[in-house]
């Protein structure tokens, strides 16, 4: 159980700081109203990914026999984390262009992260397998992994805008960036036990 809740907290924990659409709405809405505005649009993920999480266990109810589809599955899971480890290292800051229109609402901020790749990568590739592994051990250990890595991610989200709200030199700052470095390798470290889960199913090792 502790083992998925950290694979839980780690994932989260890289996506919330990542870079992306999400985030950059996220920014813009703090430094142009306040924190309130930003820490709104950190809560998108909560009601944006529970259709995806649904689509995900129906696709495990139907999964959960064949190995060599599961083994596919958690290979590329493997590769995608590796690419979010990749982009962590290669982290430079965030930088904004204010004159991009971006809405305060809660409702735009829920459609930005329905109209990102991620979510659906992230669950199917990601998701999907580390589930499967904990559905082995018992029916609560999924909900701790899901439990872990939305607490993190909302919880680092609405942390950013705090930290934006008060000094918006924050996100090129050599905290903001050793962070996400630290937690790319940290993200390797991941995509390694997908890789080594991937070959186990396929029954290469």
Known sequence: MI?????GIILGLSAGFAPGPLLTLLISETLRHDIK???????APIIT???IILLTFLILAKLSDFHKILGIISLTGGLFVLFLGYENLRSKGVKLNLQEKQSKSLTKGILTNALNPHPYLFW???GAPTMTKAMKLNMIAPFVFIFGFYTLLVGSKLLLAIMVGKSKSFLSSK???YTMRFLGFVLF??????????LKLLRII
């Not at 083992?3 to 694979?7: A, S």
């Open 189 to 198: 470290g991941l995509a390694f036990v997908l890789f080594r889960d991937g």
């Open 49 to 51: 990914d529970l259709p």
């Open 175 to 177: 905290v903001y960036i």
């Open 3 to 7: 083992n998925f809740l950290t694979i």
């Open 37 to 43: 505005s930003g820490m709104k649009v950190a809560l």
């Open 124 to 126: 199917l590739s990601v």
